[in-house]
């Protein structure tokens, strides 16, 4: 039961906190994530940009993801998983990787903009809607420590955190690590990115104590070859890990009308 004094606070709090979120956007008014538009209210993108996303949605390849033009039929794979099948069981992405999408990504990545996980994450909580269950871990991709200590933090891990707390998902930041300071993947072929982060990662000694038998679930801001989070995948496995899907903001598709420009 809730004294009198209790209700006398939760009155005041909530009205200064409602004021102070005003005050700010007077002074600091919110602008579009992606062009910096004025817009409405804050974390968003203005209309014209977000018309410009490209949701991935039905009908689309049950293992990797990628969107199909029309649909193939139940079980239908895609050219890409029958010619190279991953090591991991699902991927989700929340867009086609393209020009918003690219900004939203170098701004989180580069621009020291992490609140920025909290838009993506909302958009890929819809598009991991069949991954999530009880007995999943989110895992994010890791950053050597010299890189993160010069970006000040790791944008899959925001990302992982945003998720966490959409979908009530526990994070473990520390599943994997990267044990090499690879070279960013921007400008490379699809051969020179695998060789480029084969090895690069390694499990928890103790992952299986930490998973206690839950489905480890991969997060990354942008999937491209795929190199970096089936060298994860791998690690994982490697540590002894049985289920493990994947879900990123972005892909890059064939065919989009997209140029692969990001690390």
Not at 87 to 103: K, T
Not at 180 to 189: A, D
Request: proline share 6%.
């Amino acid at each position: 039961m809730e004294t009198g004094a209790g209700l006398v606070k939760t009155d005041v709090v909530g009205p200064l906190r409602r004021f102070g979120g005003v005050l700010l956007d007077l002074i600091y008014p919110p602008v579009c994530l992606s062009c910096d538009a004025p817009i409405s209210s804050a974390d968003a993108l203005c209309a014209a940009c977000f018309r410009q996303l490209r949701p991935i949605t039905a009908p689309m390849c049950p293992v990797l993801g990628l969107p199909f033009e029309v649909s193939l039929g139940p079980g239908a794979l895609s050219a890409e998983a029958i010619a190279d099948p991953p090591p991991f069981d699902r991927a989700r992405s929340a867009v086609i990787y393209n020009d918003v999408a690219r900004a939203l990504i170098g701004k989180l990545k580069y621009g020291d903009r992490p609140e920025l996980a909290r838009f993506c994450a909302r958009l890929m909580a819809q598009a991991g809607t069949d991954l999530w269950a009880d007995d999943a871990v989110l895992v994010p991709v890791p950053l050597h420590r010299a890189r993160q200590f010069s970006r000040r933090y790791n944008q899959s891990t925001e990302l992982a955190r945003a998720l966490g707390k959409l979908t009530g998902l526990p994070v473990d930041p520390v599943l994997v690590l990267r044990k090499k300071n690879t070279r960013q993947q921007v400008g490379l072929s699809g051969e020179a990115r695998r060789r480029n982060v084969a090895g690069a990662f390694a499990a928890h000694a103790d992952l299986l104590a930490r998973l206690r038998g839950r489905r480890a679930i991969i997060v990354d801001d942008v999937i491209t070859t795929g190199s970096t989070v089936k060298s994860v995948t791998r690690a994982l496995q490697a540590g002894g890990a049985a289920s493990i899907d994947v879900v990123s903001f972005a892909r890059v598709v064939v065919g989009s009308d997209a140029e692969v420009k990001h690390g």
